[in-house]
């Protein structure tokens, strides 16, 4: 009999060997069948797809599997904590063919003078699908897949708190000079407790404290009649999350998608900025990189490029994407840099 771990490990493992395989056979297979229409020969056709198997079962073979052994076996790769190996090998082994795929099917109907596949949907619902899988999967791995999570999950994936408790956390000061201890008056000894601090005196206006809110997190936050809709999982919520990440890319990718898009030059700096903003997934989600990172390789270069979209082609992008391009990286350069200059890090100020 299977142990629950063992069976999950085998059920990660299939999904994600399954999203390596399948965009590249179907994305090949599509673009055989172009081949086929410019070339008129069934031969050509079979010899797209037999490259689509060779190279398939090569990276498996010599790529995949002692990958995976290296990491599930012998720990290899365990103090690796800014990047992860296993999404670095998936963009470079399965994202990067079928965009290059897609570019050089556009390219080959250019050239030959027709329209016969756009790709449609292929893109999003298939190749950008296969690496949200596999990201999901790889996030979800460390956490249960049965029961309630515990409080070290929720701990460790709670993207906010939930306030639950609120109480008044009396300074150090406050305390010492509550115990009689003489404590000094001058400016640069007051204690500040927390960055949200309000100052208040006692009736007889002895005592100085300072309040604060204690954050508590919670996935039941509520015990009333309603409960179950304030409940919150972790596990849950780094499906959204996931979801939400990519929602960017897939816009973009979306947009290449289009008949006078997909059939022009401008299909090539699409994807191409597409694939780098992809590759943040290397990064680990926790890690201070990620911020910069996809303000570098998503929001300033996606930001320029919709906006010459939106002049060659008219709106084939909504205005929103290039509004959220704009407000993300603003407020980056503005929290980040701005706010440690001397004009603006004065505590005074709103």
């Avoid at 050509?44 to 990958?67: M, R």
């Avoid at 049965?146 to 406050?174: C, I, K, N, W, Y």
């Avoid at 010459?308 to 980056?332: D, E, H, Q, R």
């Amino acid at each position: 009999m299977l142990s629950g771990k063992t069976v999950k490990l085998i059920l990660f493992e299939l999904l994600q060997f399954a999203c390596l395989c399948i965009p590249v056979f179907v994305v090949m297979e599509r673009f055989a069948s172009v081949i086929r229409i410019v070339k008129s020969s069934v031969t050509a056709y079979w010899l797209v797809v037999a490259a689509s198997v060779a190279y398939v079962a090569s990276v498996t073979l010599f790529v995949w599997v002692p990958l995976k052994y290296f990491i599930l076996k012998t720990q290899r790769f365990s103090e690796v904590t800014n990047w992860r190996p296993v999404t670095l090998a998936y963009v470079i082994l399965s994202t990067l063919p079928c965009f290059s795929i897609i570019i050089a099917s556009s390219k080959v109907q250019v050239d030959a003078g027709v329209k016969c596949d756009r790709f449609t949907e292929l893109p999003v619902s298939l190749v950008l699908f296969s690496l949200i899988c596999v990201d999901i999967v790889e996030k979800i791995r460390p956490l249960r897949l049965t029961g309630q999570a515990s409080r070290l999950e929720l701990d460790f994936e709670m993207p906010g708190p939930v306030l639950t408790h609120l109480e008044q956390v009396t300074s150090v000061s406050g305390q010492l000079q509550a115990n009689g201890r003489d404590v000094d008056a001058s400016p640069r000894s007051q204690v500040r407790n927390g960055t949200l601090s309000g100052r208040w005196r006692d009736a007889d206006g002895g005592t100085s404290r300072t309040s604060s809110t204690a954050y508590l997190y919670s996935s039941h936050s509520y015990s009333g009649p309603f409960h179950f809709v304030w409940i919150r999982d972790p596990r849950h919520d780094l499906f959204v999350a996931t979801f939400m990440f990519w929602f960017d890319t897939v816009e973009m990718v979306r947009v290449a998608g289009t008949d006078s898009v997909y059939y022009s030059a401008w299909v090539f700096p699409i994807y191409i900025l597409a694939y780098l903003s992809i590759l943040r997934v290397v990064i680990t989600p926790d890690s201070p990189l990620l911020a910069s990172s996809s303000v570098l390789s998503q929001d300033l270069p996606f930001l320029v490029v919709r906006i010459c979209l939106l002049a060659v082609f008219g709106y084939v992008t909504p205005i929103l994407y290039i509004l959220k391009n704009i407000f993300t990286a603003v407020s980056f350069m503005y929290f980040v840099f701005m706010t440690k200059l001397k004009m603006l890090n004065r505590g005074s100020m709103f």
